[in-house]
């Protein structure tokens, strides 16, 4: 899909999500009146942070820092969690040559448990091949990396008014090594993120060690759950470390069958980072992934929840139901900030 944006032409490379050409240069995002009529508190409202994982601009072609600081802004977010690519690409890591535009779908499919055709198998072996390749070329340029140009994003985004208050590379995962972990915690201190997120390992093992090592750098570990999360997903990772935590995906939680969603946000408020925001039917009505205020996810009455407890970890809004046919995802992210907005009165 192509991304039509007043500030500049977008090249339509076959950009990666890990990687992107850079189009544009800092000097053109450090423009003080960034904030798009949001006024002093940015896109933190009524108290409530409402945040953005950068996940939501996957479609769009150029994956580099510059391009994705330009979409937040577009969009009136100030607070965002960052996955791997920009900042990765930025500071030099080696490209991808996976499309995850093309891989993503198969993915999710996947996770869903639904039978792939044989060409959608076809095309995750041959991606899963370059991937492992890949793995090996990343983690050595991850050994050497500065953190000085991770500190350099970080402030080329804080001077924009973006805060960074989570990381998500691929380095944290049971096929990463011991110096992919450590680079990833140094990574996003650098970043100024309180925490880095990760999907579940669903390996206790692992999630001890994470917990271990994220406590030496004072940043936490949110764990990421899809249709396996229930009231109890996290207690083991809890238990094993004080930085480990929830990063909590309200809407997968509703579509896995679990009817006590508002509860479990006051029981575990204390131990939530992050919680990502999506509006999908509950299990019984198929789960499908809809526009917001569509869905059988109490999205505004979470939010209330956290306006009127003052619950301080951000919601984040994450774009996965289908764009529709003449729009974006910049203008699909506006409309579930509004929906927020609406929501918090």
């Known amino acids: 899909m192509k991304q ?54 996957r479609d769009l072609p150029d994956q580099s820092a510059e391009a994705t600081l330009d979409y937040i802004r577009q969009c009136g977010i100030t607070n965002i969690e960052l996955m791997g690519g920009p900042a990765e690409s930025f500071a030099g890591a080696p490209k991808n040559p996976v499309d995850f535009r093309v891989l993503m779908p198969i993915w999710r499919k996947r996770q869903q448990q639904q039978d ?14 370059k991937n492992t390749i ?41 096929q990463n090594s011991d110096s992919d972990i450590d680079y990833g915690l140094r990574a996003a201190k650098a970043l100024g993120a309180t925490h880095v997120t990760l999907e579940h390992p669903s390996n206790d093992a692992h999630t001890l060690k994470l917990g271990k090592a994220a406590e030496k750098y004072g940043i936490k570990i949110g764990y990421h759950g899809h249709e396996q999360q229930t009231p109890t997903f996290w207690d083991t990772a809890l238990s094993q470390s004080p930085a480990n935590a929830l990063n909590l995906d309200f809407g997968h939680y509703i579509a896995a069958g679990n009817t006590n969603a508002l509860e479990f946000v006051k029981e575990k408020n204390k ?75």
């Open 4 to 57: 039509k944006t007043s500030r500049r032409k977008f090249i339509g490379a076959a950009s990666t999500l890990l990687a992107g050409t850079m189009l544009a240069t800092h000097q053109t995002f450090a423009i003080p009146n960034f904030i798009n009529n949001l006024g002093k508190t940015g896109s933190t409202i009524k108290g409530v942070r409402l945040g953005l994982i950068t996940y939501s601009f």
């Open 116 to 129: 792939l055709t044989e060409e959608e198998k076809k095309t995750l072996a041959e991606v899963e091949a």
């Open 134 to 174: 890949y793995r090996t070329e990343i983690s050595e340029w991850r050994q050497k990396a500065s953190m000085a140009k991770f500190e350099e994003f970080g402030k080329m985004y804080k001077k924009a008014g973006i805060d960074i208050y989570a990381f998500k590379p691929d380095a944290f995962g049971i």
């Open 271 to 345: 131990h939530i980072v992050s919680m990502h925001m999506k509006d999908r039917k509950s299990k019984a009505n198929g789960g499908d992934n809809l526009p917001w205020g569509t869905g059988d996810t109490p999205l505004a009455d979470v939010l209330r929840l956290m306006r009127d407890n003052k619950y301080s970890f951000p919601a984040t809004i994450e774009l996965e139901y289908k764009v529709p046919e003449g729009s974006s995802p910049i203008e699909e992210v506006k409309k579930c900030l509004e929906f927020c907005k609406s929501a918090l009165g």
